[in-house]
């Protein structure tokens, strides 16, 4: 059973950090892409950030840009999602997903259609 489960969320003030990690189990992802999204109640899922299989390229929302890193490490095989200065409007359930099948490794999807597995999510509340 491959399993996708995050770790790291938590209460923290705005202008704080914190270090998302989303271990992968089932299955070794080190030839996909993984990535985050993230939700809030009543709104559609929201890319966040992306990585290629290797870790050389990563994308990001403008949301996330300058502020978040995403980062990966193969032999864990585990993503991770270090967010700075973070915001209220940041406050959302995180989740990490990867691909299953890729076309291409060294490409990366910033819909959701283009991952296979999901993990369950972890909640970021950011007070103002």
């Known amino acids: 059973q491959v399993r996708l489960v995050e770790s790291g969320g938590g209460l923290v003030q705005a202008g704080g950090s914190l270090r998302l990690s989303c271990a992968a189990s089932?299955?070794?992802?080190?030839?996909?892409?993984m990535c985050w999204f993230r939700q809030t109640p009543g709104k559609t899922r929201e890319f966040v950030a992306a990585?290629?299989?290797?870790?050389?390229?990563?994308g990001y929302a403008d949301s996330a840009k300058g502020r978040f890193t995403i980062s990966r490490d193969n032999a864990k095989n585990t993503v991770y999602l270090q967010m700075n200065s973070l915001k209220p409007e940041d406050t959302a359930v995180y989740s990490c997903?990867?691909?299953?099948?890729?076309?291409?490794?060294?490409?990366?999807?910033?819909?959701?259609?283009?991952?296979?597995?999901w993990g369950q999510g972890t909640q970021v509340t950011v007070s103002s």
């Open positions: 990585i290629i299989w290797n870790g050389r390229i990563s």
């Open positions: 997903c990867a691909s299953g099948n890729p076309s291409s490794p060294s490409f990366y999807s910033t819909g959701p259609e283009g991952y296979d597995y």
């Open positions: 089932g299955r070794t992802f080190s030839s996909s892409p």
